[in-house]
């Protein structure tokens, strides 16, 4: 009987796959003309909603004056805007602007152009694999809660 891998070994060959399919699949972000960081950030506005300087700078794991400083560079490009609080007018939230879901949208579709363009050279059985891995990887990527 064969021996399985630990679930150590699992991590570790995942993470490294992970890593090396996704710094492929960036290298079509160099088409929205931004960098990693501001991509990112942008894309956190995006697809979570307006958020806070320290709610972004904490969910991107920067110190909040490199978050300003990012910031400033998508309110210059046009592509977030700083909002006032409805309940807290000292507060001010960032919003991505419709040039910015435009721009995400686009680097989104061309890294999953890429992506797909990769399934596309897998057979039927490598395919129908990675189809009912995602399910496994949707939940290992959410958020813990609790106990579950």
């Given amino acids: 009987m064969l021996a399985r891998a630990t679930p150590h070994a699992i991590a570790d060959r ?14 079509t972000d160099e088409a929205t003309g931004l960098s990693p960081a501001r ?3 942008l894309s956190v506005v995006v697809f979570a909603g307006p958020r806070t300087l320290g709610e972004l700078a904490s969910i991107e794991q920067v110190r909040p004056p490199t978050m300003t400083h990012l910031v400033r560079g998508l309110e210059h490009q046009g592509l977030v805007r700083r909002e006032s609080d409805e309940d ?19 680097g989104r ?3 999953l152009k890429g ?11 490598d395919v129908a694999a990675l189809e009912a891995a995602i399910p496994i990887i949707e939940r290992l990527s959410a958020e813990r809660r609790g106990t579950e």
């Fill in 109 to 111: 579709q061309l890294r």
């Fill in 115 to 125: 992506l797909a363009e990769r399934i596309l050279h897998l057979n039927a059985s």
């Fill in 39 to 41: 991509l990112s950030a």
């Fill in 14 to 27: 995942l993470h490294s796959a992970a890593i090396h399919l996704l710094r492929r699949l960036r290298r």
């Fill in 88 to 106: 807290d007018k000292r507060v001010a939230r960032i919003r991505a602007t419709h040039k910015g879901r435009q721009l995400l949208e686009r």
